[in-house]
């Protein structure tokens, strides 16, 4: 929480970097500033809003207007929660404010749209995707869109970073401070780029994972360079890690390890049947998670993915380190990484990451030739267009890792369970009261 401070107060020293913003940032509640971002009619909704640390609440804000011309509203039919609003709950990211309203994963109906925008209507379903982007700096074009440089105003993620990376909806003004979509409305900036129309044939259930666990599995794989008779080994059998071992086999990877220490291990091996899996929990006294990997595959894996992400600290020192502020995020599964990989082999880190870390093992890496590549935030439009057609034509069934269907009123309980892995929870589906019937086959409501 001290460093949520210092960081606004930094950023308010450094000034907000607001120049050849292509939207306007920081409307992270319809309600701010008076309530000059919410519809006129004075319609409310209920949405999912950061309190502070480890207090998150459905609460009621008002219903969001079109402030510019290139925006809509888009009325949500179906959300969820990512491992990545957890890094949030905990108070690890900073730049956050109460109230900020949460959820970058959504879909929905178009409810109104700007005079500006050319390519969608009222009344079509779409899906977002979770970068805000505007489609036109050299990075969009190129459609590294989470690599925009006119979304995000953060000056402190300039300075911590080198350079800014574009806006996340619902994730901190260290992401430009977007309402979410864990809500019955979201406000949807320069809304021909970030959002998907979709076709009849994908139901809600699937769509929803083309807003991030899609593209950034895919992401992790394609860009660490997968390839056809290749070992990899993945950290973390969360939706991002399990995704992530499934595009690995369909690359062609002739073995594929999933490591976690919870119930998604068994969870994973039921759902993908040549899927080797390590349990770190019940290793033996003074055997090693690297040791493990290179007893399996002498000499280490060709690639290895971390998709658990910095704050899960293992040991007793990083836990400390942690907690005193001394580092922001442990270098344990990395330094794993780098020992189970063999030599000029790969390890690509799509798990969050948020700033510096102790004890890394940079011997490892630069001895043994090792390509340590950090994935970023996922740029969703590189892929979007291929894994819609996926979807449409079931080469992939994303639904497979959806395990809950609950009420966007219970949203708080399920970041609960979500955060402790509890109650087999790997992926949830949060309706609102603009849902449609349940599709088929996909899990029944629980009511939490
Ligand atoms: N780069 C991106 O664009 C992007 C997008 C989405 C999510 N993420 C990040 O990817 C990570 C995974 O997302 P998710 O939704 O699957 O999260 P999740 O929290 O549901 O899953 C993480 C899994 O990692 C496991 N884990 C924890 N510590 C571990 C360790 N030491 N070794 C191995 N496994 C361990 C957990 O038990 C859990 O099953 C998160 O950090 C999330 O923030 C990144
Ligand atoms: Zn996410
Ligand atoms: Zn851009």
């Known amino acids: 929480m001290a460093a949520n401070f210092a960081a606004k107060q930094l950023e308010s020293v450094l000034g907000h970097g607001d120049k050849d913003r292509a939207t306007q940032t920081d409307i992270s509640n319809p309600d701010r500033e008076g309530g000059r971002f919410a519809d006129e009619s004075g319609e409310k909704m209920k949405a999912l809003a950061w309190m502070a640390k480890n207090d998150v609440r459905v609460i009621e804000a008002g219903k969001p207007k079109i402030v510019e011309d290139h925006d809509a509203v888009v009325r949500v039919t179906g959300t969820t929660v990512c491992g990545s609003d957890v890094h949030l709950m905990h108070g690890v990211i900073q730049q956050m404010d109460k109230g900020d309203i949460l959820g970058h994963e959504f879909v929905g109906v178009v409810e ?18 979770f970068v805000v982007s505007c489609g036109e700096c050299r990075y969009c074009k190129q459609n590294l869109t989470t690599a925009c440089e006119r979304t995000n105003a953060s000056t402190l993620h300039e300075k911590l970073y080198g350079s800014r990376m574009g806006g996340i909806f619902g994730y901190s003004h260290f992401t430009g401070g977007f309402a979410g979509g864990q809500a019955e409305f979201v406000r949807v900036p320069l809304a021909d780029n970030n959002l998907m129309k979709l076709p009849h044939s994908i139901p809600d259930e699937k769509a929803m994972f083309l807003a991030d666990v899609l593209p950034t599995s895919y992401h992790a794989v394609d860009y660490t360079g997968v390839r056809q008779g290749d070992t990899v080994a993945v950290w973390g059998l969360g939706p991002i890690g399990l995704m992530a071992c499934h595009w690995a086999m369909l690359k062609g990877a002739k073995r594929v390890i999933g490591i976690d220490n919870n119930e998604r291990i068994e969870f994973a091996r039921s759902k993908l049947d040549n899927l080797e899996t390590i349990n770190f929990s019940t290793l033996a006294k003074g055997e090693t998670l690297p040791g493990k990997i290179q007893e399996m595959v002498p000499g280490g894996v060709d690639v290895s993915i971390e998709a658990s992400g910095g ?51 940079v011997g490892s890496l630069m001895e043994r030739g090792i390509k340590l590549i950090g994935c970023g935030q996922a740029p969703v439009h590189k892929y979007w267009e291929d894994l819609v057609q996926m979807v449409e034509h079931g080469t992939v069934d994303p639904t ?4 809950h269907r609950f009420r966007l009123d219970d949203i708080a309980k399920a970041y609960r369970l979500q955060a402790k892995r509890e109650q087999g929870l790997v992926k949830c589906f949060v309706e609102t009261r603009f849902s449609s019937r349940r599709a088929e086959g996909t899990p029944e409501l629980t009511c939490l």
């Open 112 to 129: 109104a749209v700007g005079p500006a925008v050319t390519t969608l209507k009222p009344g079509e379903r779409v899906v977002n995707s």
């Open 400 to 403: 497979m890792i959806l395990t």
């Open 311 to 361: 704050e899960y600290a293992k040991g007793y020192a990083h836990k400390l380190e942690l907690w005193v502020g001394a580092e922001q995020d442990t270098s344990e599964m990395i330094n794993e990484c780098l020992l189970s990989t063999r030599k000029f082999g790969t390890v690509g880190i799509i798990g969050d990451y948020i700033g510096f870390t102790n004890h890394f093992n």
